[in-house]
């Protein structure tokens, strides 16, 4: 049983790239209903319990027998190594798509809980509706036995879900070409500039090999969210172009001089809302698109004006269906890889529910972290990468990056800078937004 990767899939495969889900739990873990409840997850979602394999000039994901099938993984050991550890252990090439682990500590009663899926077959919303299904069979199992009734039916050959670019509006080829020949005219008359690598020897011949995934974190309470949110509302701007302000704020400030410098900022756009008949976040393909913008940013920058052009821009690209757009271009990426080249990538996963738990079993925190296996510290200069997501009302950005590149000095530092941003940014008196303001 084979389905072939469309193109857009296709370029996941050759950046292994992945999203990893953790959840950090106190009290007593159920281990086989824990493992029971990851079984039923990959029986129902062909993806999770597949692989690549090569299909003439392309790859296509096929399954894997009973005994090549992801299982859960349960050891003892200390939560944050056993986090490091997960975190920069790739899938397996050839192997699974998704690995689930979970990891106690001496006593019993604190656990970690980690699930990673291949990019190929997921997105941010995706994994997350995934990690919370798990759960949610976890938890009929342990309260009533058995699994939630939708999900005994027969998945012994379940369908294999479409790729999203089956799934768009039609199109005229010529305006696609025409987006194309813009998209491409605008990355050479507005090339980016990029956040230089502070650790040293990253020459080709040195450092190329050295290195590991770390994330430094920045998060905020309850309290500081709800006044961000409320700050940009009044200001007329979305939180995501008010985290994207300060991004742009802090990586200018590690550029010379005071004038304007040509910033990129990298914005993930779902598409799955945007569809018709829109697709769920059950459904386990990868629905997201990219818009691109350049901005002249200074040193001195006043972060509610470029807020309100972030904002304005990506508005203006989406009512005007560039997402769509993007989509189809998007095997053009390798051949021009100025078409996602970016100063700073900001996600953008909105405000999403963590986990519903048994009574007895509570959630410490839940992260989401991407992460990939090919970085190259020889380039001298890369984005800087910021995974945005709200967890029960609570504001978290995830800044991971390659410690032959980014030192974890250096990140810490620019996490501060965001910080303090978003800090200013919220406490700020605004007025009321005018009806034009972005």
Known sequence: MQRALCPVETLYVGQRSRAVLSCTLRGRV???????AFDAVTQAHPTLRSRIVADGAGHALTLLDDGGRPRLERRAGDLEEAYATELNRPLTVGGPLSRAVLVSAPGGEDHLFVLVIDHTVTD???????????????????????????????????????????????????????????RVRQTREHPVELVPYDVPGTAPAEGAGEGHI????????????????????????????????????????RLEGDGPRTLGCLSPVDLRSRLTPPLPASVMVP????????LEVT??????????????????????????????????????PALQLATVIATNMGVVPGPRLPEGLRAADVRLVPAREHYFPQAGRSPVMACVVSFEGRLSIEFPHWTACFSPSFVRAFRDDVLAGLLAFASARREPATADAG
């Not at 159920?30 to 029971?36: G, I, P, R, S, W």
């Not at 629905?287 to 350049?294: E, I, K, S």
């Open 30 to 36: 159920d281990a086989e209903a824990l493992a029971a």
């Open 214 to 253: 770390e994330v430094c974190r920045l998060t905020l309470d309850t309290e500081h969210t709800a006044r961000l949110r409320r700050t940009a509302r009044q200001a007329g701007v979305s939180v995501h172009a008010s985290v994207a302000a300060a991004l742009l704020a802090a990586a200018r400030r």
């Open 124 to 182: 941010g919303h995706s994994s997350i509706a995934l990690h919370n299904a798990l759960w949610d069979h976890y938890r009929a199992l342990v309260t009533h036995g058995r699994l939630p009734a939708v999900d005994t039916a027969d998945a012994g050959s379940p369908e294999w879900p479409q790729p999203v670019s089956a799934l768009l509006p039609p199109a005229v080829e010529a305006d696609t070409a025409a987006y194309l020949e813009q």
């Open 299 to 336: 040193a001195a920058c006043d972060p509610l004006d470029v807020a309100r052009t972030v904002h304005a821009r990506l508005s203006d690209f989406i009512a005007d269906g560039g997402h769509f757009q993007e989509m189809r271009i998007t095997p053009e990426i390798p051949r021009t």
């Open 287 to 294: 629905a997201v698109t990219t818009h691109l913008q350049t």
